[in-house]
């Protein structure tokens, strides 16, 4: 079977906004054993719609179309939709329903426009749905299945997972040679591109029904592991061996996977030990302990966390005495360890984890430039540092040293309570 | 003139990268005056490559076609160029000098691979540039002009700034109605999209060479504002005019323009006022402080933040005595009250500012369900505090929590100081 996706709307055009939807669907198509083969993005012109639809459904056997079916003007999808596949619009009496309830329900009066969104191609299966007023519809172009669904990513999302990838799944099990995938996001840190794309390139000949895919979202690296099969137990085991081996090549590299994030790894690693954690941050301002309490239940681990800017604050809540800040400046290995010691203490938490440097874009000095960032960590096997220099802008280095600050506690916690 | 763009690439279309370059680029263009008419996106297959060159350069005056330049066995564009034209491909001696140098001073050998990227079609124009190995090259389709650059983001923003953009305006002197644009994107925070949309629905009228365009990027509402003219300084009136108009039916829901943030007008307020802030939050765990402490220079008027997650350390940072923890519990008006008074009493700074909520997935209750948020201001006007109920998951809820505490600040310093 062929797919392809069509997206509609000027905004995609001009560049005021990013289509999120398609990569959405394309992710979960492929894991679904099929690839999309084309896309196309065109504006709010008629002509230009029904030129797509045209050129689309002409060969592909699965289309999705995003986009254009709101109650404004230059919303246009149904009406071309009707004129390439050569039938009238109707009135769809459902639609009209589905439509007045919604408005009853938060109160406003249906305007002439709404009652637009219940004129749909003759011949269209109906989807109303309660996401949003625009209804779903699917339409054959021949042999062509096109799938018309709301831009709005919400929307979009939710026709995709309950209505879409559903009715795909059921024509593939009339496919004689159906694919079966099934897909790993290995995520690494501390780890250039260059040296994972390398580290892992045994795999590609020992495992060849594994894909591997290079994607980097600073300051992680990750992998992706597609493993295609004649039946899904196939491919589950091709990905399986693959991702063991992955695995076992990047060793501690390798901080989770999928949906895990290094903040929640590092919560786990803690409540597996039963152990707490407070952090003194500087030039990251807030973001190492933004990271480590985004997931839920951090309360569970994470005590508390100063954003210790002002010197003053440093001496005060982790306890750096202006002397040792006079001698080696707030930027140094001695002043890191002091606040990690500092705000363990002041925590009274098993561990504490202090981040001190210059993110810039001024600051910097020949002996300690923009970049230069000392990570502390005192815990019951006592108080080290760790020196990094990082490049980038100031968002871009306040960003690696929160995770190299999360990845030395992580490292810290695989090894043995001592 | 027509302008189209083809982006090649199998990670495109399995979603494991999203296309940020067409955006990139479309943004640009119409700011120059042109708007893109249609994008392809097409995996890394020879006869979908071919076959989508064909497509658009058929109609195409300008195309813009990205990825597959590498050095890899699936790196096809440059051959499918050649036989899309219908022109052989040939070793450019100048595409292997930079090779060779890029190699030394890498200092890593050329292989075959690398000796691939010399190959281009015949009659291409080249541009071999220093942000990578792979060159940009120019071929004509007919009256077609093909603008070939590399998908790797900061390659093809660097191509697109600095030698695909210079050479269309060059293409636009000629042009006979050539059309000049203005943009401004305007910030609103504490504005729904509905409203947003409804309170500048006057401008339309008003302003007929201005489009307006909407985009949520919760917790904000950007309006974008592009005005037309035949001249720039035509356009550059009309968007005066209408950004005047759209200030005044707004008010204070805009923070700000273009790439300010809400956290570098709060710190740009504090810093004319020669004021001082530090935060105490709980549920947002960090992100307060974060936003804040992101624009460069924010340790003049930031001088600390406390995450006082566990409620010993509100007591300890932020002096929230435990007798009132205990008769109204952490979230709430009195604990968010105490804790802007605490903070900007332990910190010595002008204003104290904090968040106490819950944030999900659990921890809600009937009377305090997930969502309810109390955010407290302290300041030399006294100390008051805001309740919220915010729908969405925990990043949503923290997201919503963190403007609203620097909104609630933004507001206060809009006023004359007391």
Known sequence: ??????????????????????????????????????VQVVGDKREEIIRALQYASAEADVLIVSGGLGPTADD????????????PLVERPEVLEHLRALAAARKFALTPNNYKQALVPQGAEM??????????????????????????????????DREVLPRIARMQTQEPHRIFRAARLLKTVGLPESHLDANVAPLAAAHPQVTLGFRTQ??????????????????????????????????????????ETLGGQVGKLLQERG???????????????????????????????VVAYANEMKRRWANVPDELLGRVGAVSAEVAEQLARG????????????????AGPSGGSPEKPVGTVYVGLSGPAGTRYQAYSFRGDRDLIRAFSAHAAMDLLRRELLRPAP
Request: proline share 4%.
């Open 1 to 38: 079977m062929r797919f392809e996706a069509l997206c509609t709307g000027d905004e995609l055009l001009t560049g005021l906004t990013t289509d999120s939807n398609t990569p959405y669907f394309a992710a979960k198509l492929f894991a679904q054993g099929e690839q999309l083969q084309r």
């Open 76 to 87: 246009l999808t149904a009406e071309c939709a009707a004129q390439a596949a050569g039938v």
């Open 127 to 160: 989807v109303v749905h309660p996401m949003g007023s625009a209804p779903m519809f699917i339409l054959k172009f021949g042999r062509c299945i096109a799938f018309f669904v709301a831009g709005v990513p919400r929307e979009y999302r939710y026709l995709v």
């Open 218 to 259: 600073a300051p992680e690296n990750h992998l992706k592991l597609v493993a295609s099969g004649a039946t899904q137990a196939a491919a589950n085991q091709a990905l399986a061996a693959a991702e063991a081996a992955a695995r076992t090549l990047l060793g501690e590299y390798v901080f989770g996977a999928d949906e």
């Open 275 to 305: 152990a707490t954690l407070a952090v003194a941050e500087s030039c990251t301002g807030g973001r190492l302990a933004e990271l480590l309490t985004a997931p839920p239940g951090a309360s569970q681990h994470f005590t508390g966390g």
């Open 343 to 358: 705000i363990r203490e002041a925590a009274g938490s098993h561990y504490g984890l202090s981040i001190t440097g210059i």
